[in-house]
């Protein structure tokens, strides 16, 4: 570790992580143990821990032209001070201060702060910033007063006399504190060295690292703050963008791809035997994949479209088109129902074609098992459906040339490197119903081509969706009755967080299937299905529901994504508080894939905020990609990449929704860079590198091996 001692004055955010807070004059282990709460451990992290917003102390007044109701900052010597007794509206006990700075005087009044008494003896210099009110002649009030040495420094002072930054803070270090410490931390590290090369930063007329650190903490005006905070920003986003460009710039000259050339001898049949025309985004998107696959490069593309866009249409094409230029393909996902559902789905579609498709699921039997491993290494499965099954141990490709990804909104950079584990380089397609938005799909799968599925088919209905309390329920079900009439079919969702269902959760789902089964709807169908059941049971149930044997499914969320039955019109969600808006987005979708008009009923009780919000969103609005920037907008956007998985870091200053601009710009930037340096070995980018490489750490550590 460095100590601050021996600190040369030109420094780099990356030594500065090396440096313990403790060696701060002012950091024992009390202070360390607050700032470890705040993530804070080194002089980077307490220099990078940016203010949540500032208060504008700047107004600095002389006593003579202070002016009733406005806030000022007046610096004065202090000629006689007071202890105020009583606390007024709540506050500690205070202490009123006379101050005379030449041109007149004025008391103030300081709330919070009576333990300066001592301090505050005649001849004093302080800095005081408050509110002007008249009380028997004007006075001062204020809770923020601060010792000085010298007038003329006023600007310097961290408290005072400026833009004043307010930090989150923890218990056990105040903002006061915080500031001082702060101040402490950048007055010792110096001159902080910039890794963005000049050209950029002139290119984009971005300030100085080092002047924009200073600025976002304590900034001259607002316009530099602002200037600062841009620059800062762009910094973090350019960062995570030239990782994920140096990794696609290596991906794609290390790893041959294959270029696909099918001849239709697949596709056409199977776009003729769907009873229905394609819509225009479908087309489109069609084209997209199978013009990627005809590239000699590796495909890496995600596919973003709404629940019931039309995605596995898409997927079935490139499939095919894999498997006419002579390749294996295979679809992966979430859930086992889902990739059975794809299984019946694509037998179907190829009944009449010369075309083998094999089923992998983690529930097969061993027999199964082994014989549908032995297809799909000998090369004679076409067509892979699985679920994780697919990317555990033993399972070998002869010659996988195409991977379908479905439904996985968190299908991160990592999971993504194991197929190429496999020994090939096989294209990928990920496809997503949006649960993320445009902005942060570019930094999440930065280094993926997306298309959008923007259309829906045709004679979509909107969707009725309503919240119902509890003590309504039996409003909500009326509601379903008169579907049930019209022969359409319902599910009941019964909630359940976790994949891994917990047996509670299950027996929930048993007693909620009793109470429809025996009191609700006695003379209908009702069927059940939880993750915890057996395979062959679960695929009985489902078929039976896909028959209309079943006309009333309750369910936990095994059916979250993908499932598609659309004769089902109506969807009520139990506990509906319980889930997340994304969740409740998938679920939802379950029942707008006909031609009716589409109900869903959102039962429950939401006792916070937030999930009223999400409930109320899900009410307003219909459109995946709005509802997914809700969902950032309440979650707030700090943890939401879950860094572990995704391997992108979290962001600090950067808000997506609202720098999208800055993203962009930020993203250009860095791949115009990486296409001239792929591995940043240029002298001028080595500060870069080794940034990136602290900030991406594992995830990118070949970049450094060569
Ligand atoms: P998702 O994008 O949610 O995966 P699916 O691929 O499951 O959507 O399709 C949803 C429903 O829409 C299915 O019943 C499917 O048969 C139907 N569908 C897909 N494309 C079209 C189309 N072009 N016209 C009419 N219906 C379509
Ligand atoms: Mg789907």
Known sequence: MWSLQDFPRRTTLPELRAVPVTELPGVGPRIAAALKDLAIVSIADLVSHYPSRHEDLSNVKKISN???????????????????????????????????????????????????????????????AGEVQRKYGLQLTTKSIEVIDDPATVGDSAHAGRFVPVYPVSKGI???RMRTLVHRALEACGRIL????????????????????????????????????RRLVFHELFLIQTGLAARKARLEKTEAGRSHRGDGRLLTPFLASLPFGLTGAQERV????????????????????????????????????????????????????????????????????????????????????????????????????????????????????????????????????????????????????????????????????????????????????RMVELSEREEAYEAVRAELEEGRQAYVICPLVEESEALEDVRAAEELFDELAEEIFPDRRVGLLHGRMKAAKKREVMAAFRAKEIEVLVATVVVEVGVDVPNASAIVIEDAERFGLSQLHQLRGRVCRGLHSPKCFLVGDPKTEDSLKRL?????????????????????????????????????????????????????????????????????????????????GADIEWLFKE
């Open 194 to 229: 910039d890794p963005l090369p000049a050209v950029i930063l002139a290119h984009h007329g971005l300030p100085h690292l080092h002047d924009a650190m200073h600025e976002i903490h304590f900034p001259s005006d607002r316009k530099r703050l602002k200037v600062a905070t």
């Open 66 to 128: 202070l002016r009733v109701g406005e806030r000022a900052t007046v610096v004065g010597r202090v000629v006689g001070t007071k202890r105020l007794g009583r606390p007024v509206r709540g506050m500690a006990p205070g202490l009123s201060v006379q101050l005379y700075d030449g041109t007149g005087y004025i008391p103030a009044t300081v709330w919070g702060r009576g333990w300066l008494l001592n301090q505050l003896v005649p001849d004093t210099w302080v800095v005081v």
């Open 616 to 696: 109320e969103a899900l009410c307003e609005h219909q459109d995946g990609f709005k509802l997914s920037e809700v969902d950032l907008a309440i979650r707030g956007e700090g943890t939401l990449f879950g860094s572990r998985q995704s391997g992108v870091p979290d962001l600090k200053v950067a808000k997506l929704l609202r720098d999208i601009e800055v993203l962009v710009e930020a993203r250009r930037a860095a791949f115009e860079l990486v296409a001239a340096d792929p591995t940043l070995k240029e002298p001028e980018h080595r500060p870069l590198r080794r940034e990136v490489r602290e900030l991406l």
């Open 286 to 465: 069609i084209e997209e994949v199978l013009e990627g696959m005809r590239s000699e490069k590796p495909m890496r593309r995600l596919l973003q479209g709404d629940v019931g866009s039309g995605k596995s249409v898409v997927a079935v094409a490139a499939l095919l088109s894999a498997v006419e230029s002579g390749g294996q393909s295979a679809i992966m996902a979430p859930t086992e129902v889902l990739a059975e559902q794809h299984f019946i789905f694509i037998s179907a579609a190829l009944n009449d074609l010369p075309i083998n498709i094999v089923l992998l699921t983690g529930s097969q039997s061993a027999a199964e098992r082994r014989a549908a491993l032995e297809e799909v290494k000998s090369g004679e499965a076409h067509v892979v459906v699985g679920t994780h099954a697919l990317i555990q141990q033993g399972v070998e490709f002869e010659n996988l040339s195409l991977v379908v990804v479905d439904e996985q909104h968190r299908f991160g950079v990592r999971q993504r490197a194991v197929f190429k584990e496999k020994g090939a380089t096989p294209d990928t397609l990920v496809m997503t119903a949006t649960p993320i938005p445009r902005t942060l799909s570019l930094t999440l799968y930065g280094d993926l081509e997306v298309s959008v599925l923007d259309e829906l088919p045709p004679g979509r209905k909107a969707v009725t969706t």
């Open 174 to 176: 105040n903002a006061r």
